[in-house]
């Protein structure tokens, strides 16, 4: 049995509660992945009307909780891409994802279990909230005719998020 570290376990936390915010939330013909691999492997747009939301921790800023501690403060910067299949969908889709985060979810401690070649949760365990400190919302422009991109490029969308699980870690 293995544990996700911290910031593995803010990916995961992140990627449920998205995926059932989206669920309830009626949104259907959307999945949450974490890696461009995985988005570029899916089908996107077209008369399916798929979309595609990316989560991807970027850059961690680490402080000392106190002078002379080994105790840290993390506060995490987290990459939210929509790939939509239409300008509307983009547009609907962040203003959706950016009401439902603005208020944080919980922190789970997740353990693993191996079976094979294969990886899968075993428990979680909630361990706190994760706080939204900010949010950019940015359209990605590639400045070419959405005609010239990839499907998946045509209508795309980035959320950069500043967490905090306000807790000091050690």
Known sequence: ????????????????????????????????????????????????????????????????????????????????????????????????LVSKLIIGCVFYNYTTVQSGRSTSVNTKTADGRLRILNIDDTPVNFEVGKSELDVHDRYRHRLNLSISRGKLET
């Open 1 to 96: 049995m293995a544990t996700y570290r911290t910031s593995r376990s803010i990916e995961a936390s992140l990627i449920q509660y998205l995926e059932a915010e989206l669920v309830s939330g009626g949104w259907s013909n959307i999945s949450v992945e974490k890696s461009f691999n995985r988005v570029y492997d899916l089908a996107v747009g077209g008369a399916s009307k798929k979309a595609v939301i990316c989560v991807r921790l970027a850059e961690t800023d680490i402080a000392r909780g106190e002078i002379g501690s080994d105790s840290m403060i993390k506060n995490v910067m987290v990459l939210i891409d929509i790939f939509a299949s239409s300008d509307g969908q983009r547009l609907d889709l962040k203003d959706f």
